[in-house]
């Protein structure tokens, strides 16, 4: 379906899009224009094409001249062959067809931009790797079939929206050339390794009768067993996303009835992630999938214990009794085991995001601080270490901090797809013997630099950041 809504004067904001009838147009004057990057000016006028590939919804929006003819090999002059990608939130598994993130940004597509998302890409919808990858590749696949050829394709997106560009930029080098993560996740399986920590302690601290005879825990204490300033952040994490790990949890698009329960439905759909990439992890003899993560060796407030925030008694009490989870999620005195395919497989196809192919694409991240809402910042500074640790330089990956909670500022996220676009351009004209990730690094421009702001668009010294926006 074509869907193609005029943007009004002083157009700002997605509701600032009205609804135009090409049959029965409304007066020029209160169509508001739009200049694009490349210097032409239009009517802004967006067409919106909505469809379904893959099995799930897309949409692709476009600055569109209606009674003009426009061929992929001869598109209207507006087009500047560039994409950009937009991605949800959250992180789950559901198994019916679902809405895509929006495409309407006004500045985004008022530059000039092709804008397009699938569902497959809202990793609060689809957070499986492997279909969110080939949802991308078939939906740029129709952009530049209907749409013409597309220099560069830069990602945009906050929590869910940041792993999926991250992990598919990584293991699927070539469908990004840059990416603007916000509040970013690394990947969805290495940032779970918190999310199963953190559900495994809480089955402790929440059950004091499990506690030895004179431990009481201090929130000092708490604070180190956690690595985390805020103690209500476990609370928060496992209750704002849903747990991937039980497999009889409700299953989006199941009806109850099919759902895995022990002892009553064996053979019930299992709503765990791995379960939902039984494909990538293979599949147990109980008919469970592989699962990567286990808490086995971990010695949970180590470095509370050396610093004296954490009793010896304390420290005994927790890592005896901690315990683990069954394959069905509930507590087991002893502690879990990866199943060391599943584990094996987890790096190998990259739902662990290593980094290592990271330095073949242009990164500007977006950050914010976190005030306990589990957008740990050290979530960045994770990524730096990684592209550190493969290639000895972080030169490509650009930090944006800013004061406003998670985000970092309320401008960055339109601001660094455009600064993202002529980073993009001058690798793009560079013809020298240099490799990609050099001439990524060689040529950033000068003015792109690490960014400090008060959250609102006026810049401030790094050091206003470095007091705020602390990685613990």
């Known amino acids: 379906t074509n869907n193609v809504a005029g ?45 379904y590939i893959d099995r799930d919804q897309y949409q692709i929006a476009a600055l569109w001249q209606p009674g003009k003819p426009w061929q992929p090999w001869a598109p209207q002059p507006q087009y500047i062959h560039r994409l950009v990608i937009t991605h949800g939130a959250s992180c789950d598994t559901t198994y019916g067809s679902g809405a895509t993130p929006s495409v309407l940004d006004p500045k985004i597509l008022g530059a000039g931009f092709v804008v397009m998302s699938n569902a497959l890409d809202n990793a609060g919808h689809n957070c499986n790797l492997i279909t969110q990858a080939e949802s991308l590749v078939m939906t740029k ?23 999926v560009q991250q992990q598919v930029a990584n293991a699927y080098p070539g469908i990004y050339q840059g990416i603007t993560p916000q509040c970013s996740f690394t990947d969805a399986w290495s940032s779970s390794m918190e999310y199963v920590d953190y559900s495994i302690l809480l089955k402790y601290f929440e059950n004091p009768a499990k506690w030895g005879l004179g431990t009481v825990w201090a929130p000092t204490a708490i604070q180190q067993v956690l690595d985390h300033p805020n103690i209500g952040n476990p609370v928060t994490f496992t209750n704002v996303i849903p747990n991937s790990a039980d497999p009889s949890r409700s299953c989006p698009d199941v009806e109850p009835q099919h759902v895995y329960k022990p002892g009553v439905r064996p053979h019930g759909v299992k709503c765990t992630l791995q379960q939902y990439m039984v494909n990538v992890f293979g599949l147990r003899k109980d008919g469970f999938a592989n699962r990567p ?63 290592n192919n ?72 560079d013809h020298s013997s ?22 609102a668009g006026t810049n401030l010294p790094a050091e206003a950041c470095d007091e705020v926006v602390q990685a613990y």
């Open 7 to 51: 943007g009004v004067t002083g157009v700002a904001s997605v509701s600032a899009f009205q609804s135009y009838n090409p049959a029965s147009p409304p007066p020029a004057p209160l169509i508001a224009t739009t200049t694009t990057r490349n210097g032409v000016t239009v009517p802004f006028i967006v067409r919106v094409e909505t469809g």
């Open 141 to 163: 696949r129709r952009v530049i079939d209907e749409y013409g050829p597309v220099l560069w394709t830069i990602g945009m997106g906050c929590s869910g929206g940041s792993l």
């Open 293 to 355: 993560f286990g808490n086995d060796g971990i010695q949970y407030g180590l470095n509370g214990l050396l610093n004296g925030e954490v009793s010896p008694a304390d420290f005994v009490d927790i890592n005896a009794k901690v315990g683990g989870l069954t394959q069905d999620d509930t507590y087991q005195k002893a502690r879990s085991k990866p199943d060391l395919i599943g584990l094996q497989r987890a790096y190998r196809t990259g739902a662990v995001d290593s980094a």
């Open 358 to 429: 990271l330095n073949r694409v242009a990164i500007i991240d977006l950050r914010g601080p976190d005030p306990g809402f589990f957008h740990d910042v050290y979530r960045t500074y994770a990524m730096r270490a990684r592209l550190l640790r493969d290639f000895g330089t972080a030169a490509n990956q650009v930090l944006w901090r800013g004061l406003a909670p998670i985000i970092g500022d309320a401008f960055y996220a339109d601001q660094a797809v455009l600064a993202m676009d002529s980073w993009l351009a001058a690798v793009h004209a």
């Open 434 to 455: 240099l490799t990609l990730p050099e001439k990524i690094i060689e040529d950033k421009p000068l003015w792109l630099t690490d960014r400090c702001t008060d959250g």
